[in-house]
C-alpha cells in the first residue's frame, strides 16, 4: 500500500481542486490520501464524491497553532466534524485569514510591491492564505518564485510584511482532536527553513497532552531531522508518518513523495473513532 497522509486543496491553498486532487492520487499509484486542508474541511465533501475506484480517503485538517512563542501545524485524522467546541476553533481560525491577509498585503504596498487585495482574493478559491499573496507577488514581478516570498525580506514569519494570525495554542489542539474522536500528528515538526521549531523538550510535553504522533518523512526534513525524530518517537511511543504535503502546481512535491507505512496506517484507522475512512 502507498499511503500519503498530508495533502491540500483549493478549499486551502493548494491549486488542485478537492476533485482534481483525489484523481491526482489515484493517478500517482496511492492507494490512500489524506485531505488535510488548513483549518477546514470544507473539502472532503467534494472530494469524497470524486474518489476513483481503488482510493480511500483520510478525513482530516491542518491546524495553525502556536506553543510559546513558535507557530507550528498540528495534522487531525478522522475526528468528528461536527464535534462543536473543534468547529469553532477552526471557524475562528479560518475566519482570521482574510483581516490578516489583507494587512500583510497593505504592508506589501507600502513598501512599494504591486499587489492589490482583489488580485489575492481571487486566486484564494477558499480559505486565503501567504501561499497566494506570494503567487500575487510573483505575477506582479516583485519576486521570481513563490518561494522567495517566504523570507525576511517579504512575509516570513518575522518579515517586513509579516502579520501574526490568531492560532490555536498546540496543548489544546491536541485535546480537542482527541476528545472530537480524532489522532493528533504534528506536522513537519523539525522543518527548520520555516522558521523557529520547538524545542525537543516539547515533544515529550505534546506527547503528555495525548499527541499520537510526528510526520517524519517531510521534504523539510534532512536525514539528521528524520533520523532524530524517529528516536524520539520510539522513546516517546509516538507513531511515525511519511506525506508529501502536496499543493498542486504551489509547491514542487508530487502526491505520494513521501508515504506512511501500512502499520501505522492501519493504527491511526484504528485510533480514529470521529469519523472512518472513505472508500469509492
Request: glycine content about 10%; charged content about 25%.
Amino acid at each position: 500500500m502507498r499511503i500519503d497522509l498530508h495533502t491540500h486543496s483549493t478549499a486551502s491553498d493548494g491549486t488542485d481542486s478537492p476533485a482534481e486532487l483525489v484523481r491526482a492520487a489515484a493517478a500517482a499509484g496511492l492507494d490512500v490520501v489524506a485531505l488535510t486542508d488548513h483549518d477546514t474541511v470544507a473539502g472532503l465533501e467534494e472530494a469524497a464524491a470524486a474518489l476513483p475506484a481503488g482510493l480511500t480517503l483520510v478525513p482530516g485538517c491542518e491546524l495553525s497553532c502556536r506553543l510559546g512563542p513558535v507557530s507550528l501545524h498540528m495534522l487531525g485524522y478522522l475526528f468528528d466534524p461536527t464535534e462543536p467546541r473543534l468547529a469553532r476553533e477552526r471557524e475562528l481560525l479560518h475566519d482570521d485569514r482574510v483581516p490578516r491577509a489583507r494587512a500583510m498585503v497593505a504592508k506589501l504596498r507600502e513598501l512599494g510591491a504591486p499587489v492589490t487585495w482583489e488580485r489575492v482574493r481571487a486566486l484564494a478559491d477558499g480559505a486565503v492564505g501567504r501561499p497566494h499573496i506570494a503567487t500575487a507577488m510573483v505575477e506582479a514581478g516583485v519576486i521570481g518564485s513563490v518561494s522567495e516570498a517566504f523570507t525576511q525580506e517579504w512575509i516570513a514569519d518575522g518579515g517586513r510584511a509579516h502579520v501574526d494570525k490568531h492560532e490555536l495554542d498546540a496543548l489544546t489542539a491536541v485535546r480537542l482532536i482527541r476528545e472530537a474522536g480524532g489522532v493528533a500528528v504534528f506536522a513537519h515538526p523539525f522543518a527548520v527553513k520555516r522558521g523557529r521549531t520547538v524545542p525537543e523538550s516539547a515533544l515529550a510535553e505534546l506527547a503528555a497532552a495525548g499527541l499520537d504522533g510526528l510526520e517524519v518523512d517531510h521534504m523539510d526534513h534532512d536525514a539528521a531531522a528524520r533520523a532524530r525524530l524517529r528516536g524520539l518517537a520510539a522513546d516517546l511511543g509516538l507513531l511515525t508518518t511519511g506525506s508529501s504535503d502536496y499543493h498542486g502546481s504551489r509547491k514542487t512535491c508530487l502526491p505520494g513523495e513521501h508515504t506512511t507505512a501500512p502499520d501505522v496506517y492501519a493504527e491511526i484507522a484504528a485510533r480514529g473513532s470521529g469519523a472512518r475512512p472513505v472508500t469509492a
